[in-house]
Structures are given as structure tokens and as C-alpha cells.
């Protein structure tokens, strides 16, 4: 059964405390990896896609990574408006649209 | 541009009524998918769409569970009896499906409690 595991399931940092977020996969064939930021009473909101082992997407102070086991949100620096919480998604070999999404990691930054 | 539009944001209803959720997908984008948010099993896909034809429903958890969608712009999810265990956040999200790897972009959902 294809599955995706994110860890931990919180984290709390301090302000310029830097971390990294994992997500892990067991699925039959990988067309594309997602990370979501999601807040509070709103959808998740889309941040990168990855497609291949080596890639690296960055965004202000999150950068995204993927190995043919996992990905990483690494986040650099955070600031006390990164605290949401961070789901990954995996988009599965085949014709279908659907993604197969963790159960998300709740990140806070205190000031 | 206007992102994915869904109502009501919330709803209250008695168990055993009809509840009918709906949505406004982004403009051109080609497909549209129905999710459930709990605390337990996370997001989980419900069923979705593709130039307005139902590709997959195999979430779909129950019969009491529908999803129409009637032209590009238009999508309800109905469920009819409604039950307490229904209680979640449903999201709606489109995307513009060319093949390989495009984002789904989600609604802000409708918080659902079934009393």
C-alpha cells in the first residue's frame, strides 16, 4: 500500500532557529512529490513540486529536497509567520490525477 | 484572480438531513477534486473530476455520499442522511491537468458539524 509518513508530527522552534522537516514514501512509482503550507481555518496553499532524486526548490527561507526515499523541508532562519502546519503529497506513477497526502507537521516559532 | 471558492464555510445540521456543499473551481482549470480533513486520518481524497466526468470515486465513503458536476464552473458534494461521523473540513481543489505534476490549489472548505 502506497504511504507517506511525516515526522515529527510537531515541532516548536525558537526564532532563527533553524530545522528540517521529513516526509517519507512507500509507493510503487513516483511521478511528483508536493509540499503544502496549510493554516489555521484556511486550505493548504501549494509551495514547490519535486519530480527527480537531487532535485532542490527554494522559497524565502524553506528549501525542498528529495531522494528516492523522502523529502525534506528545510527551513532556515524561521521567523514566528512560518508557523503553520506543512503537509506532503505524493503524486503516483500511472494515468491518475490523485495525490496521496502525510498527515501533515505542525510547526511553531515562538519570538 | 479568484482562487477556488467553496460554501457555506460552515454548517450545522441534524443528523439525518441533507447537506449539499459546494464549489467554484478556478477559471480553465480542468479538473476538480473533493477532500475530507479529520485530526485522525489526515486529507484524504473523496473523488475527482476531469473536464467535468468523475474519474474516481473510489473515496467516496458511503452511498450516502454524492458529487456532481454539472458544468466547468460548478461542483456540489451531497450527503443524504448526513451522520455524526460525517463531522470534518471538506476541501475542494482544481488544477489544470496537463499531464505530469501540476499543483492542486485548495479552497479555504466548509467546516461540517453533524449534531
Known amino acids: 500500500e502506497d504511504q507517506v509518513t511525516q515526522s515529527p508530527e510537531a515541532l516548536r522552534l525558537q526564532e532563527g532557529e533553524s530545522s528540517s522537516l521529513n516526509c517519507s514514501y512507500t509507493?510503487?512509482?513516483?511521478?511528483?512529490l508536493f509540499w503544502y503550507r496549510q493554516d489555521p481555518g484556511k486550505g493548504p496553499e501549494f509551495l514547490f513540486t519535486?519530480?527527480?532524486a537531487g532535485e532542490e526548490k527554494e522559497k524565502e527561507r524553506l528549501k525542498a529536497t528529495l531522494t528516492k526515499k523522502e523529502s525534506f523541508l528545510h527551513i532556515t532562519a524561521p521567523k514566528p509567520e512560518d508557523s503553520a502546519t506543512y503537509l506532503c503529497?505524493?503524486?503516483?506513477?500511472?494515468?491518475?490525477?490523485?495525490?496521496?497526502f502525510g498527515k501533515g507537521m505542525k510547526l511553531t516559532v515562538n519570538p | 484572480d479568484a482562487g477556488v471558492i467553496q460554501s457555506p464555510r460552515h454548517e450545522v445540521t441534524e443528523m439525518g438531513q441533507e447537506v449539499t456543499l459546494r464549489c467554484k473551481p478556478i477559471?480553465?482549470?480542468?479538473?476538480l477534486f473533493w477532500y475530507r480533513q479529520t485530526m485522525m486520518r489526515g486529507l484524504e481524497l473523496l473523488i475527482y473530476?476531469?473536464?467535468?466526468?468523475?474519474?474516481?470515486d473510489s473515496g467516496m465513503p458511503e452511498d450516502r455520499f454524492s458529487a456532481k458536476m454539472p458544468n466547468a464552473s460548478f461542483s456540489t458534494l451531497k450527503i443524504q442522511p448526513s451522520e455524526p461521523r460525517d463531522s470534518a473540513v471538506y476541501f475542494c481543489?482544481?488544477?489544470?491537468?496537463?499531464?505530469?505534476?501540476?499543483?492542486?490549489?485548495f479552497g479555504d472548505g466548509t467546516r461540517l458539524s453533524i449534531l
Open positions: 509507493v510503487s512509482g513516483l511521478r511528483g
Open positions: 519535486l519530480y527527480s
Open positions: 477559471s480553465g482549470h480542468n479538473s
Open positions: 481543489a482544481s488544477s489544470l491537468w496537463t499531464g505530469v505534476g501540476q499543483p492542486q490549489h
Open positions: 473530476f476531469n473536464n467535468n466526468v468523475p474519474i474516481d
Open positions: 503529497a505524493v503524486h503516483l506513477q500511472g494515468g491518475s490525477e490523485k495525490l496521496v
